[in-house]
């Protein structure tokens, strides 16, 4: 039997409705969502990122604001930047585009935003608060539009054995955060690259959650059957069949595994469209938060 394709783009898509809805709702009580997005060099990859959230807030209602600067700046100068962004009350959300110059160290910025207008959810206090179950923080948008995902398909988490591959900041630390909360009440297995006998992990996990930008490495025979398949992998390939000569594929191995599992998020289409939604979910959260 076929899985059960998980639309990541039609339920992105009714995040952003609802964001909308609350930016209007914000405006009533003269408040505009501002997201402030900041770009440092000229990485074609993060551009591309930056003008599909700058497009994104903007449909939303929001402000927003891109700050493009030189490959050359300093650390120096963006923390300069980062401040007067701390300091405009119009900016509710600040999101400094990774990676950066190396220059430049991403922590001592990440360290550097005001915690109440981390969008992106890495500041410390954030990662914190998350950890011990504080819900007035930001989540990490990658693992919290996960978590939407299978709320949102209707997956059973409660007891249910999830499987993260993957320990990054990013997505698998606050990932396994998110999963062993009262929210989810799921019993949680982190596996990395230094993980012995990856497959016995696999085929024990209900939810299998897969981050690791290692291109299709989890096949159908590494799923147990009737599993729920997160693919947050996205890696460009080499396919001489496309004009681009690349194709975008996830972590899984899609052709075998939507064979064994009940539900699976393709790529593209899957996690990708919901880090943006979530992003702009933080950010209203944050206006609202404004008004108290
Ligand atoms: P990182 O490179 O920071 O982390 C990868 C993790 O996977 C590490 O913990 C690493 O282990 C582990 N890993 C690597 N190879 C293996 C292996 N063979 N077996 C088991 N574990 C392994 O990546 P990110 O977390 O930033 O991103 C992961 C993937 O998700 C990438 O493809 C990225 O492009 C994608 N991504 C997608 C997003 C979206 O919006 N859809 C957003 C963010 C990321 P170790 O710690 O031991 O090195």
């Known amino acids: 039997m076929l899985a059960e394709l998980i639309d990541g783009k039609a339920i992105a898509a009714v995040i952003r409705a609802e964001v909308a ?47 493009r600067l030189p490959a050359t700046t300093s650390q120096d100068e963006l923390l300069a930047v980062v401040e007067q962004l701390n300091a405009d009350r119009a900016v509710h959300g600040i999101l400094v585009q990774m990676p950066l110059p190396s220059q430049i160290d991403p922590d001592t910025v990440i360290r550097h935003i005001v915690p109440h207008k981390d969008v992106d959810g890495f500041h410390p206090v954030n990662v914190g608060k998350l950890l011990i179950g504080h819900t007035d923080g930001f989540v990490s948008c990658t693992p919290a539009g996960v978590i ?88 460009r390939v080499p396919d001489a069949t496309r004009a681009l000569g690349t194709r975008l594929c996830g972590d899984v191995h899609f052709a075998s595994a939507v064979n064994v599992a009940s539900k699976i998020t393709p790529v593209p289409g899957g996690v990708g469209p919901m880090t943006i939604a979530m992003l702009l979910k933080n950010t209203v959260r944050a206006a609202e938060r404004s008004l108290h």
């Not at 408040?31 to 959230?53: E, I, Q």
């Not at 990013?170 to 799921?186: E, F, H, T, Y």
């Open 21 to 67: 809805r609350d930016v209007a709702e914000l405006m009533t009580r003269g408040v505009v969502p501002g997201l402030t997005v900041v770009l440092v060099g000229d990485d074609a990859a993060s551009a591309t990122y930056v003008s599909g959230k700058e497009k994104a807030s903007r449909a939303a209602g929001m402000a927003s604001a891109t700050i």
């Open 148 to 235: 939407e995902l299978l709320v949102r398909s209707g997956v059973q988490m409660r007891g249910a054995e999830a499987v993260i591959i993957g320990r990054s900041n990013i997505v698998g630390k606050p990932m396994a955060a998110l999963l062993m909360q009262g929210r989810s009440d799921a019993t949680v297995t982190v596996c990395h690259s230094r993980t012995r006998d990856l497959a016995a992990h696999t085929r024990r996990a209900d939810i299998l959650i897969v981050a690791a930008g290692r291109a299709e490495m989890i096949t159908g025979d590494m799923i147990k059957p009737g599993a729920v398949v997160i693919d947050v992998g996205m890696n």
